[in-house]
């Protein structure tokens, strides 16, 4: 299997899957981007997200129970799978690699 | 009461119309939660705003139904799925793989093989760019004792004048054979050539390609030749020989004619009914021949021109046929009977309706072959793949049940039938598919030999798209086909007993396994008999006393005046080495040289006359021949007995003659090849003696009656020495024969042949034929054998356990060998009950081509049903030994 790249805000999803531990779900996931990122984000582009990392195989999903204030539909949770986790770890090694590269001059 | 918040009706519905199904349920949960949300948090307005943008932002491709419907991305798993099963059948059972893949490799190498010759067959003269346009004019002429002559050549004029007069006719063009031309500008290498001329537009008429020259003149001028690829390369060599010059044998005011090239051809194609190496231009003849203009202007009698007419379209064949009977009949000399019909032959239909034509040249009706064999060819495609079918039928069918488990399986967990014949069908069709693409490689690394072999010039490539089309597709149908059988009979039974594994062997299934084991049989027992029958003709033909001498005897053909001259004087010079045990000269040798002199003859008991070859010989030719003298004496000077004769048994026979010595008979006209001439007063002779009756012809046609007349007679001139040998040395021999030969006439290279050669040449083709039977009856009988095989396998494997039970109650091997060898010997008894008649009808066309044939009967049928029961017991045998040897303990532990 080829080395699945990672975008921006897929990234982003994922962390977020993998902070809220085995309670992500749409919602939830949302709400929290929306409290760290401060700006408004689409549900659209969560779920996108979602099934384009699930199908990459960084997240697995089971389905949860029924609950009344969702009209009796199932919520759908989320959890970073090992592949997921080793892709994070990768993608913040990588970042941290470069950013001690930046020599220390000062930007007054 | 909690007031129920809806989101907008209309995008909801939006939304759970193109959402994927699969994802519908969990994010229409999101949507609403949130949507519930933001009504608390913001109210109903901006939350319906929300919740519409959201919706109309979730409608990408990710989160869409899939247009064709979500359900399919099973069934294409399953089509996986089949293909994956059909491999892992293959693995599992590696005998029954391997034979399969064997059988339908053999079956389809052979069909595509035999698709490829047939294809060349058909394709006959179909590159002339013309080609349905072109037809031949054929004549049928009755002759006098009411048989038809058929000659594929008509009178000089008619081609010019029917041209002239019929507005139907595009194109004419007239080719003319006459005999051979010896060639070289090196006496020591000089070798003879058959030549033909032809009207100077033969290469815009047909479209024989042309390397060097201009197609439009290269037969414009006289003493132009134009010759072959391969005849520059054997006198020129490499390099371009468009201007040289070549010695000829032919003389003008005593000096020998110089012929100028004035094109060079590229061989012709093999599939073209025209075989020509050498072409002279018409105009020669007219610098050669005082007369010939006027000839070839005049003459309605002559059958010596092959004419080609190219015909506009929309022309009315019927009509312009009748014209051209009309436009001879007009210019028939008035003192002569006309008896002839005519008719337009289609240039495409010359390759396969030539076989009645007697023409002098074998360059005009080349590598002709009848129907019947092409029909024989197709036949036997289909019969080979008719086989490799049924035995995969049987092979499959016979696995299908040990697969039971496999379809209680699938029944259980609810698929229907049609996705079990699926299966079944995959299996098959992966196997044909395998087995089609080996085959395909086969053909390739054989096709060179076959080429060889069949002097053919076969190849994949040149079958046009069609048929390959056409092979895949029957090769798929027999695929789809053969499945069927096994799939019906796998999909039978039922659940239960599917997985208790407790199958019986169906009665019926059984009964038509034997049924196509049958058929495979009957096939190969026809094949056997029918080779047997061939091969038996075929020696009959070699064996056969013809009722002379052929063997050890050379030929010598006689190319010039020297040689003709002083012909006593060359039997001397010849004979003089030790190895010459005779010598004799004669006008003509048995056994299909060129054509014979064809005189009628009549006596006083047979005014209408017969027509009899007509030889003339010296007073050696009965001796060095050993043809029986029965009566009276033989020809023994050239000038004295000149008036004499001497007739076979069968010339006495037919003129009626009782008391045949001293008698008189008359000898009107004579037949050469296609020429008939009123000798100029009737040549009337005295019979001194007869011969026994031997065959001067192929064993095709019925003996003809033979007179031997004195060889200086207006009929014919002396054209062979033949010489009768015994030598340990060959080489040497004719060494020597050249030797003399350059003593008496250095110009001429000593042109020789061996009498018994020549008649195997005669059967040439029919020996070929028998080698493809031969070779395709041992493929069919493989095929049923491998077949056979697995069958008795599968039978031994199925009853093991009796076997063993029969073992330990003290069972021989050889009792066990029989009980199992024995219901499928029965099989193959029926087989030959059901086969022999076939093969006895389809032999008995066949040797009708033959007026001598090999009687057959009950022991040829005898021993075909013999053969094959030897190679079925074999078969079998080998495989029940196995069993019935196998230790009891083994098959009776299985529990």
């Given amino acids: 299997m080829t080395q699945h790249s990672l975008g921006e805000f897929e990234e982003l999803v994922l962390l977020m899957v993998a902070a809220l531990h085995d309670e992500a779900y749409g919602v939830v996931i949302l709400e929290g981007l929306e409290e760290k990122l401060k700006k408004k984000v689409n549900i659209s582009a969560v779920h996108v997200a979602l099934k384009r990392i699930e199908d990459k195989g960084f997240v697995k999903s089971r389905m949860g129970g029924i609950t009344e204030d969702r009209g009796g539909r199932r919520k759908k949770f989320y959890v970073i799978t090992a592949l997921g986790k080793r892709m994070l770890d990768a993608q913040y090694d990588l970042r941290n690699s470069i950013y001690k590269q930046i020599p220390k001059i000062s930007f007054g | 009461m909690k007031k129920i918040v809806a989101p907008p009706k209309l995008f909801h519905r939006f939304f759970r119309w193109y959402c994927h199904p699969k994802m519908l349920g969990h994010i229409e949960g999101d949507l609403l939660e949130d949507y519930r949300d933001r009504v608390h948090k913001k109210g109903k307005w901006r939350a319906d705003a929300r919740f519409v943008l959201d919706v109309l932002l979730l409608l990408r491709p990710e989160i869409i139904r899939p247009m064709e419907g979500y359900k399919n991305l099973n069934t294409y798993g399953m089509y996986k799925n089949y293909f994956k099963i059909s491999f892992r059948q293959l693995a599992k059972n590696k005998t029954f793989a391997a034979i399969n893949i064997s059988v339908l490799t053999l079956g389809f190498s052979c069909f595509i093989l035999l698709a490829l010759y047939l294809h060349d067959e058909l394709s006959f003269d179909r590159f002339h760019s013309d080609a349905e346009k072109i037809y031949r004019i054929v004549q049928h002429e009755q002759q006098e004792n009411g048989t038809i002559r058929s000659v594929s050549s008509v009178a000089p004029a008619l081609g010019k004048e029917a041209r002239e007069q019929f507005q139907e006719i595009e194109d004419m063009c007239r080719l003319s054979a006459f005999g051979r031309v010896t060639l070289g500008n090196d006496p020591l290498t000089r070798t003879h050539e058959r030549a033909l001329s032809a009207d100077p537009n033969f290469f815009t008429f047909f479209n024989f390609p042309l390397i060097e020259g201009d197609p439009k003149s290269v037969l414009q001028n006289s003493d132009a030749i134009v010759i072959s690829e391969s005849i520059k390369e054997k006198y020129f060599g490499e390099g371009p020989a468009l201007g040289k010059q070549i010695w000829s044998g032919y003389m003008r005011q005593g000096k020998p004619v110089y012929l100028t090239v004035g094109g060079v051809m590229k061989d012709f194609p093999k599939n073209s009914h025209l075989q020509i190496s050498l072409l002279f231009s018409d105009a020669t ?14 003459d309605w009698v002559d059958t010596e021109y092959t004419t080609y007419l190219k015909l506009k379209p929309q022309s009315d064949v019927a009509l312009l046929t009748a014209k051209i009977k009309n436009l001879v009949k007009s210019n028939y000399p008035t003192d002569r009977e006309f008896k002839s019909n005519f008719e337009l032959q289609p240039l495409q239909e010359i390759h396969t309706e030539t076989e009645q034509f007697q023409s002098a040249a074998d360059e005009f009706n080349a590598n002709n072959i009848k129907p019947f064999y092409l029909y024989t060819f197709a036949a036997l495609g289909i019969i080979l793949l008719l086989t490799a079918c049924l035995n995969y039928m049987n092979l499959a069918t016979a696995v299908a049940i040990k697969r039971t488990r496999e379809i209680g399986t699938r029944k259980t967990l609810g698929a229907p039938k049609f996705q079990m014949v699926t299966q079944f069908i995959t299996d098959s069709v992966v196997l044909s598919l395998l087995s089609f693409i080996i085959a395909i490689a086969i053909v390739y690394a054989v096709l060179p030999f076959v080429n060889v ?8 490539t040149t079958l046009p798209v069609e048929w390959m089309i056409g092979i895949l597709f029957i090769i798929f149908i027999v695929g789809i086909l053969s499945a069927q059988y096994p799939a019906f009979i796998a999909t039978r039974v039922s659940i239960v007993d599917a997985l208790k594994r407790e199958v019986k062997l169906g009665g019926s299934s059984l009964s038509v396994r034997k049924a196509l084991l049958i058929a495979q049989f009957a096939i190969s027992i026809m094949m056997v008999a029918s080779t047997l029958v061939i091969y038996q003709q075929l020696n009959y033909l070699r064996e056969k006393d013809l009722g002379f001498n052929h063997e050890n005897m050379v030929v010598i053909d006689v190319n010039s005046r020297n040689l003709r001259r002083n012909f006593e004087t060359v039997k001397t010079e010849f004979s003089k080495p030790a190895e010459v045990l005779g010598i004799t000269a004669s006008t003509r040798v048995p056994g299909e040289w060129k054509s014979f002199p064809i005189a009628t003859t009549k006596s006083s008991e047979n005014i209408n006359g017969s027509e009899m070859i007509f030889v003339g010989i010296d007073n050696d030719f009965l001796d060095t021949y050993q043809i029986k003298l029965l009566a009276g004496r033989t020809i023994n000077d050239p000038v004295a007995d000149s008036l004499k004769i001497v007739l076979t048994q069968l010339a006495v026979e037919q003129l009626g003659l009782t008391d045949p010595i001293g008698q008189t008979i008359e000898i009107p006209k004579v037949r050469y090849g296609e ?39 207006s009929i014919q001139v002396i054209d062979y020495y033949t010489l009768k040998i015994k030598t340990n040395d060959w080489a040497q021999t004719i060494e020597t024969l050249k030797t003399i030969n350059n003593k008496i006439d250095p110009n001429t290279p000593l042109e020789y042949t061996f009498l018994d050669s020549r008649f195997e040449e005669l059967y040439v083709t029919d020996a070929r034929r028998g080698q493809i039977f031969l070779t395709l009856s041992i493929i069919v009988v493989v095929i049923a054998c491998l077949g056979l095989f697995a069958l008795v396998s599968y039978s031994v ?3 093991m356990k009796e076997i063993g039970v029969r073992k330990v109650m003290g069972a021989s091997v050889n009792s066990i060998v029989r009980l199992i060898s024995k219901e499928f010997l029965i099989l193959v008894v029926i087989a030959g009950i ?13 040797l009708q081509e033959f007026a001598y044939r090999v009687p057959f009967g009950v022991s040829v049928f005898a021993l075909a049903i013999l053969l094959t029961l030897i190679i079925a017991f074999v078969t079998i045998g080998l495989r029940a030994a196995r069993a019935a040897r196998m230790n009891p303990v083994n098959s009776l532990r299985s529990e």
Avoid: C
Wanted: proline share 4%.
């Fill in chain 2, 285 to 298: 003849w007219n610098v050669q021949y005082r007369d010939y203009a006027q000839y070839v202007n005049t």
């Fill in chain 2, 453 to 460: 072999f069949a002097s053919k010039a076969l190849s994949i």
């Fill in chain 2, 675 to 713: 020429r008939m001439e009123e000798l100029e007063q009737p040549f009337r002779v005295e019979v001194i003696g007869v011969v026994e009756d031997f065959h001067f012809e192929s064993l095709r046609a019925n003996m003809m009656p033979v007179i031997f007349g004195a060889l200086n007679t």
């Fill in chain 2, 797 to 799: 494997e199925s009853r």
């Fill in chain 2, 834 to 846: 059901v086969g022999l008649p076939i093969a006895w009808f389809f032999m008995r066309s066949w």
